[in-house]
C-alpha cells in the first residue's frame, strides 16, 4: 500500500475502533510511563491525547490503573535495564490481575533485539508499538479485546502518520511541538537514527497552525522538537530553511517565547545565528550538543566538525548575542578516547562556559559502529566523569552568581518543590528560578530580581 493510502485508511477506520473501546470497555483508568527524551513526552501526550478519546481517565498509580503503557527510551543501555525492570514489576501485578492490559512502546519497541526480547521475557504484555505509529494505539487495543494474544505493528520510518494527532499536553502555557522526525547523522554512538528511521520535515504550514491553536488556547511559549532542528526543510520539496521557519513563527501574535531542542553544531548557518539578533520571540538560549572536545574523537563519532569549527560557531554567536545562555550534552569515555583527548574536552568547556550542560558517561549500544572499536575501561570513565563536572559546574555557578541584582522574565510553571508559598519557572536562558508566589502566577510571564544562585537553580523576589 502507498504511504497516503495507508495514512487514509488507518485514520477512516480509527473512528469505529475508538468507538468501541468507548462503547464496551467498562475499566479505564490508565497509565502512560515515559522514559527519555522530549520526544518520548511529547508521545507520550499524543497517547493520552488518544486515549482520552477513547474514555479512559488518567491515573498517577499502578495499583489504581486498567491499562498501563510503557512508552521506551534506548539512549543508554541503563535506560533499557530500566525498563525490564519495570517490566517484571508489572508481570507480578498483573499474575495477580490477569484483566490488566499493558503495552509497551517508544524506540526500544523500534529495535528487533530489544523487542523480540520483550515479547520472549514478558509474554504478559499484550500490546507493542512504535515511535512512527501511535495512531495504530486504538486499533491494537480493538484486537487484543478481542482475543489477539499479542497486538503489534512497528514502522521502521516516520511517513507522515502522526499528522492530525492531538496531543495532551502537560502544562497549556508551554508546549512541545514536533517540527520533524528521525535523523540522518549516524553519529557511530548512537540508537536513534535506528529507532527513529529517516529524518522527515513536517510541513511548515501544520506546524504555523498547530502552533496558532496551541496559541489560542493559552500557549505562551513552545519548544521545536526534532533530533537535528537545524536542518530542518531538507526532505521539503520546496526551499525553505530552519530559519525560514522561525520567521515565520516569530510573527505569531500572542505567542511569547520560541525554544528548539536539538540542533548540531555542523548545520549551524549564518542565518540561523542572526535570528538570534533579530527575532525578538527566539529565547536567548542555545542547546548544541559538542559531546567531545576531541578532534580525533569527535572524527571517530562521525560529528563532522572538529574542536576549531564548535569554538568558532560559539564565538561568532556570542558576538551577535553576547547574553545568550549556551548548554550543551558531552559524553565521557568514547571508545578510543585518550587522556589527551578528554583534556580537549575539559579545555573546550573553560572556553565555551556551559551554563547548563548534560554529562553522560558512553554506554555501549550494540550494533552501532563504535559498539565494535577498542572501549575505555569503566574505571577510567567513570573517573573522567567526575572530572567533567569539576570543571563544569563551578563555571555554572559563576554564570549563575553574576545574575544576582539583575532582573529577568520567568515563566511561571509550578509550586516549588521545597516551599509552598514559593513558585518555580525558567527564565530565557532556561535556568530555574524559585521565588515567592502563588498560584495566580503559574502561566504567566514574570518580572523576577535575582537575589541568590548556585549552580543549578536562582533565587529571586517578584517585581511589580
Ligand atoms: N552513550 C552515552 N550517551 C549517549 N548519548 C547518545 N548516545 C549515547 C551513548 N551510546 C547522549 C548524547 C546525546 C544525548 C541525547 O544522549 O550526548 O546528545
Ligand atoms: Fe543521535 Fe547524532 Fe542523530 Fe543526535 S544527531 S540523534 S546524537 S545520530
Same mark, same amino acid.
Given at each position: 500500500?502507498?504511504?497516503?493510502?495507508?495514512?487514509?485508511?488507518?485514520?477512516?477506520?480509527?473512528?469505529?475502533?475508538?468507538?468501541?473501546?468507548?462503547e464496551?470497555?467498562?475499566?479505564?483508568?490508565?497509565?502512560?510511563?515515559?522514559?527519555?527524551?522530549?520526544?518520548?513526552?511529547?508521545?507520550?501526550?499524543?497517547?493520552?491525547?488518544?486515549?482520552?478519546?477513547?474514555?479512559?481517565?488518567?491515573?498517577?498509580?499502578?495499583?489504581?490503573?486498567?491499562?498501563?503503557?510503557?512508552?521506551?527510551?534506548?539512549?543508554?543501555?541503563?535506560?533499557?535495564?530500566?525498563?525490564?525492570?519495570?517490566?517484571?514489576?508489572?508481570?507480578?501485578?498483573?499474575?495477580?490481575?490477569?484483566?490488566?492490559?499493558?503495552?509497551?512502546?517508544?524506540?526500544?519497541?523500534?529495535?528487533?533485539?530489544?523487542?523480540?526480547?520483550?515479547?520472549?521475557?514478558?509474554?504478559?504484555?499484550?500490546?507493542?508499538?512504535?515511535?512512527?505509529?501511535?495512531?495504530?494505539?486504538?486499533?491494537?487495543?480493538?484486537?487484543?479485546?478481542?482475543?489477539?494474544?499479542?497486538?503489534?505493528?512497528?514502522?521502521?520510518?516516520?511517513?507522515?502518520?502522526?499528522?492530525?494527532?492531538?496531543?495532551?499536553?502537560?502544562?497549556?502555557?508551554?508546549?512541545?511541538?514536533?517540527?520533524?522526525?528521525?535523523?540522518?547523522?549516524?553519529?557511530?554512538?548512537? =540508537?536513534?537514527?535506528?529507532? &527513529?528511521? %529517516?529524518?522527515?520535515?513536517?510541513? *511548515? +504550514? !501544520?506546524?504555523?497552525? /498547530?502552533?496558532?491553536?496551541?496559541?489560542?488556547?493559552?500557549?505562551?511559549?513552545?519548544?521545536?522538537?526534532?533530533?537535528?532542528?537545524?536542518?530542518?526543510?531538507?526532505?521539503?520539496?520546496?526551499?525553505?530553511?530552519?530559519?525560514?521557519?522561525?520567521?515565520?513563527?516569530?510573527? =505569531?501574535?500572542?505567542?511569547? &517565547?520560541? %525554544?528548539?531542542?536539538?540542533?548540531? *553544531? +555542523? !548545520?549551524i548557518?549564518? /542565518?540561523?545565528?542572526?535570528?538570534?539578533?533579530?527575532?525578538?520571540?527566539?529565547?536567548?538560549?542555545?542547546?548544541?550538543p559538542?559531546?567531545?572536545?576531541?578532534t580525533?574523537?569527535?572524527?571517530?563519532?562521525?560529528?563532522k566538525?572538529?574542536?576549531?569549527?564548535?569554538?568558532?560557531?560559539?564565538?561568532?554567536?556570542?558576538?551577535?548575542?553576547?547574553d545568550?545562555?549556551?548548554?550543551t550534552d558531552?559524553?565521557?569515555?568514547?571508545?578510543?578516547?585518550?587522556?589527551?583527548?578528554?583534556?580537549?574536552?575539559?579545555?573546550?568547556?573553560?572556553?565555551?562556559?556551559?551554563?547548563?550542560?548534560?554529562?553522560?558517561?558512553?554506554?555501549?549500544?550494540?550494533?552501532?559502529?563504535?559498539?565494535?572499536?577498542?572501549?575505555?575501561?569503566?574505571?577510567?570513565?567513570?573517573e573522567?566523569?567526575?572530572?567533567?563536572?569539576?570543571?563544569?559546574?563551578?563555571?555554572?555557578?559563576?554564570?549563575?552568581?553574576?545574575?544576582?541584582?539583575?532582573?529577568?522574565?520567568?515563566?511561571?510553571?509550578?509550586?516549588?518543590?521545597?516551599?509552598?508559598?514559593?513558585?518555580?519557572?525558567?527564565?530565557?536562558?532556561?535556568?530555574?528560578?524559585?521565588?515567592?508566589?502563588?498560584?495566580?502566577?503559574?502561566?504567566?510571564?514574570?518580572?523576577?530580581?535575582?537575589?541568590?544562585?548556585?549552580?543549578?537553580?536562582?533565587?529571586?523576589?517578584?517585581?511589580?
Amino acid at each position: 500500500m502507498e504511504n497516503s493510502d495507508l495514512i487514509k485508511d488507518l485514520k477512516d477506520n480509527v473512528n469505529e475502533y475508538m468507538a468501541f473501546i468507548k462503547e464496551n470497555i467498562d475499566k479505564k483508568n490508565a497509565l502512560v510511563i515515559t522514559h527519555g527524551c522530549q520526544m518520548n513526552e511529547h508521545d507520550s501526550e499524543k497517547i493520552i491525547w488518544l486515549l482520552e478519546k477513547m474514555g479512559y481517565t488518567m491515573v498517577d498509580e499502578i495499583d489504581n490503573a486498567d491499562f498501563i503503557v510503557v512508552n521506551t527510551c534506548s539512549v543508554r543501555h541503563s535506560a533499557e535495564d530500566k525498563v525490564y525492570g519495570q517490566l517484571g514489576n508489572l508481570k507480578n501485578i498483573k499474575n495477580k490481575r490477569k484483566d490488566l492490559k499493558i503495552a509497551v512502546c517508544g524506540c526500544m519497541m523500534q529495535r528487533e533485539e530489544s523487542r523480540n526480547y520483550v515479547i520472549e521475557k514478558f509474554p504478559n504484555v499484550d500490546i507493542i508499538f512504535g515511535t512512527n505509529n501511535i495512531w495504530k494505539l486504538p486499533e491494537l487495543l480493538y484486537s487484543s479485546y478481542n482475543g489477539k494474544k499479542l497486538a503489534i505493528d512497528i514502522e521502521e520510518n516516520p511517513i507522515g502518520l502522526d499528522e492530525g494527532l492531538g496531543a495532551t499536553r502537560a502544562y497549556g502555557f508551554k508546549s512541545y511541538v514536533n517540527i520533524m522526525y528521525g535523523c540522518n547523522n549516524f553519529c557511530t554512538y548512537c =540508537i536513534v537514527p535506528y529507532t &527513529r528511521g %529517516r529524518e522527515t520535515s513536517r510541513n *511548515p +504550514k !501544520d506546524i504555523i497552525k /498547530e502552533i496558532e491553536d496551541l496559541v489560542s488556547h493559552g500557549t505562551k511559549e513552545v519548544t521545536l522538537l526534532g533530533q537535528n532542528v537545524n536542518s530542518y526543510g531538507k526532505t521539503l520539496d520546496f526551499d525553505y530553511s530552519f530559519a525560514n521557519l522561525l520567521e515565520d513563527i516569530n510573527e =505569531i501574535e500572542g505567542l511569547e &517565547r520560541i %525554544r528548539f531542542m536539538t540542533s548540531h *553544531p +555542523k !548545520d549551524i548557518s549564518d /542565518e540561523l545565528i542572526m535570528a538570534f539578533k533579530n527575532l525578538d520571540k527566539l529565547c536567548n538560549f542555545l542547546h548544541l550538543p559538542v559531546q567531545a572536545g576531541s578532534t580525533d574523537v569527535l572524527k571517530k563519532m562521525n560529528r563532522k566538525y572538529s574542536k576549531e569549527d564548535y569554538l568558532n560557531t560559539i564565538e561568532k554567536i556570542k558576538s551577535i548575542n553576547p547574553d545568550i545562555a549556551l548548554s550543551t550534552d558531552i559524553m565521557v569515555g568514547f571508545p578510543g578516547e585518550t587522556e589527551e583527548d578528554f583534556e580537549d574536552t575539559l579545555d573546550l568547556c573553560r572556553k565555551v562556559e556551559y551554563d547548563t550542560s548534560f554529562t553522560f558517561i558512553y554506554s555501549v549500544r550494540e550494533n552501532t559502529p563504535a559498539a565494535k572499536m577498542e572501549q575505555v575501561p569503566d574505571k577510567v570513565k567513570h573517573e573522567r566523569f567526575e572530572r567533567l563536572l569539576d570543571v563544569l559546574y563551578p563555571i555554572q555557578e559563576k554564570k549563575n552568581k553574576a545574575l544576582i541584582g539583575q532582573n529577568v522574565t520567568v515563566l511561571v510553571e509550578d509550586f516549588s518543590k521545597k516551599r509552598d508559598d514559593y513558585v518555580t519557572g525558567r527564565t530565557e536562558g532556561f535556568k530555574l528560578v524559585n521565588f515567592k508566589g502563588d498560584e495566580s502566577d503559574i502561566g504567566k510571564i514574570v518580572d523576577v530580581k535575582i537575589t541568590d544562585a548556585n549552580s543549578f537553580s536562582l533565587e529571586g523576589e517578584k517585581l511589580g
